[in-house]
């Protein structure tokens, strides 16, 4: 059981921020991992204890904002994406944090090194994103 901790934001910190929380934390439950989500948005944030993110395994920010006090994550592998991914997709982002965390590609939080992009399209599977509508609904 790996351990995962996760921030969520969104551009008006209402829904989706509380909806990618929700889903990351089935997921995790689902695939047999402890995910610990703090939510920030328009309602203040619940920030997670700082014993709590040095156990972590690997980080996920599922933001459209920068996260507050980033610092806190300093060192940890992690991968970054949007909320709306987070909530497609909790599973496939649980998965390819803990695969680059354990393969050593992930980016490292505080590193130049970039993170791993969940936003990415697949080469085979022919998926597009790109231009001002792509950026709204991909």
Do not use: W
């Amino acid at each position: 059981m790996a351990k995962i901790v996760c921030v969520t934001s969104c551009i008006t910190g209402i829904a989706h921020t509380y909806m990618a929380a929700e889903a990351l934390e089935q997921a995790g439950k689902k695939l047999g991992h402890e995910v610990v989500v703090e939510t920030q948005g328009a309602a203040g944030s619940n920030p997670l204890k700082q014993e709590v993110i040095d156990a972590a395994d690997a980080v996920i920010f599922a933001v459209d904002l920068e996260v507050k006090d980033r610092h806190r994550f300093n060192g940890k592998p992690y991968l970054q994406t949007g909320p709306s991914k987070a909530m497609k997709d909790a599973a496939g982002l649980i998965e390819q944090v803990l695969s680059a965390a354990a393969d050593g590609t992930a980016g490292k939080v505080g590193d130049s090194t970039p993170a791993s992009n969940a936003d990415k399209p697949s080469e085979n599977t022919g998926e597009k994103k790109g231009g001002f509508f792509g950026s709204l609904f991909g």
